[in-house]
């Protein structure tokens, strides 16, 4: 089992650029997260899908989509990439609905500049 | 009042040393508790889960208050090893069956040959 695999690991955009992070997990959780972490903060989270086909606004939507097509993959897609964008993000899924334990992707450090 | 609020650190403790770490959290209906784990610039992992009765894992204890609202981790006998981000993670619900992890800042462990 790979777990939960993102790529890119790094990328740097320019402000206005375009992009998704890819997210796949081979665990067959139907739940799935997207998580940004700023220096010195705690994660916080950006949308959440709770299977195929369906997702939600987390506490940190703003600039950015999702969608969830298969219960493996869940891309996060930034359209016009601005500074404030520039963070760690962590794509994870869980299980239950509960989510009791979350199991997180290595990350993707993101600058835009 | 912080959501989740931790002690910052960092704490610099030599290898053998007793340590413990803080945290409260300001909603009353939160329903789970947890510590994760997370190293230098990789994915938070679950560390534990805190059990109102308390509980403990090797050289691991949590405890729980909910009167209070606070959290605890005990780490015996730290070994270098343990150096990482200990993050307080609070679970509660937020609506249509589905539920939110609201994470802490972390504490910052460092262990000193």
Known sequence: NAGVTQTPKFRILKIGQSMTLQCTQDMNHNYMYWYRQDPGMGLKLIYYSVGAGITDKGEVPNGYNVSR??????????????????????????????????????GTRLTVL | RKEVEQDPGPFNVPEGATVAFNCT?????????FWYRQDCRKEPKLLMSVYSSGNEDGRFTAQLNRASQYISLLIRDSKLSDSATYLCVVRGFRGAGSYQLTFGKGTKLSVIP
């Open chain 2, 25 to 33: 959290y300001s909603n009353s209906a939160s329903q789970s508790f």
């Open chain 1, 69 to 106: 097509s298969t219960t493996e993959d869940f891309p996060l897609r930034l359209e016009l990439a601005a500074p404030s964008q520039t963070s760690v993000y962590f794509c994870a899924s869980s299980y239950d609905a509960a989510g009791n334990e979350q199991f997180f992707g290595p």
